[in-house]
């Protein structure tokens, strides 16, 4: 079963940056559009950033001009370059497809947004 494993999480400051990395134990990237996703405590998994095959890609309102989704194919990798971060964007982050049916969850990687 192919395995997604989220790091690069961390605590940063309001306006900071961070980027996440999602590596994947397969070569799953050429044939699966993925997405990241977030949950916030409290609140249900919510879709942040997705990456088509084609390379194309789609953001929600609440991260669009702030964070940038891409991928390496090469290394089985996905990234979630995050700028300007805000309070708000504080949650566990995860990688998987962009839709059903999806691969195993994983971990997460913890985000925290906080002077």
């Known amino acids: 079963q192919v395995q997604l494993v989220a790091s690069g999480g961390g605590l940063v400051q309001p306006g900071g940056s961070l980027r996440l990395s999602c590596a994947a134990s397969?070569?799953?990237?050429?044939?699966?559009?993925m997405g990241w996703y977030r949950q916030a405590p409290g609140k249900q998994r919510e879709l942040v950033a997705i990456?088509?095959?084609?390379?194309?890609?789609h953001y929600a309102d609440s991260v669009k001009g702030r964070f940038t989704i891409s991928r390496d194919a090469a290394k089985n990798t996905v990234y979630l370059q995050m700028n300007s971060l805000k309070p708000d964007d504080t949650a566990v982050y995860y990688c998987n497809t962009h839709a059903p049916p999806f691969l195993s969850w994983g971990q997460g990687t913890q985000v925290t947004v906080s002077s």
């Open positions: 990456i088509m095959g084609s390379g194309s890609t």
């Open positions: 397969g070569r799953i990237f050429s044939i699966y559009a």
